[in-house]
């Protein structure tokens, strides 16, 4: 049985919390530059509604709601580990990563804001901040988690394949990115890094709590 969903339209020939996915359709399809996204509960949604479209695009806002069973696959998370996240208000926007220590959610580093930035280079900066930093102190036996595949892919390439433009405004940044595939190249590091399971285990210890 599919779980129920409920679907906000900022931006459409009508706006609104919606319980269906076909009125939904109607409010959006040939609507230029519709804004809408799906929820997990009317709750949520109606939070959402109160905000910016702009504070949930990119993310994945229809968490499925997993039983005991399923989540038991999963198992638990390594807790002598640090986890990273990052957060950007806006596609491109203002960004900004961190990383903290699992067990605890107690901040280790935190960088930016950085302008005309998006969620994967923050994802992909804080991977590398972490990973260099847990080499310098000789840990590097210690796991390191993100909720972000893309990021994921980008460290085992050495490459940050983002398609932001960038100008003036974001040459920190650009700046930033060349630093760390260079440190990529230039090292070696054995830090497991692995996948947060959110849908099992809730929202990785460094959220920024923004959703």
Known sequence: MSKKKFYVVWKGRKTGV????????????????????????????????????????????????????????????????????????????KMEYRGVFTHNKKEIFKKGPYLKGTNNVGE???????????????????????DSKIAMSWIRQKKCKTNLIFDDANIELLELIKRAENWLRENTFKNPILKWETKAWGEIPADFGRK
């Open 124 to 146: 992909f900066l804080a991977l590398v901040h972490g990973i260099a930093l847990l080499k310098s102190k000789n840990k590097e036996n210690i796991p390191i988690y993100s």
């Open 18 to 93: 919606f319980t269906s996915w076909n009125v939904v359709k109607r409010q959006v399809d040939g609507f230029e530059g519709a804004e809408y996204k799906s929820f997990s509960n009317l709750n949520e949604a109606e939070i959402a509604f109160s905000k910016k479209y702009d504070d949930y695009k990119g993310k994945n806002t229809a968490k499925p709601v997993l039983s005991a069973l399923e989540k038991k696959k999963f198992g638990n998370p390594i807790l002598e580990s640090i986890s990273v996240d990052a957060a950007c208000s806006g596609n491109p926007g």
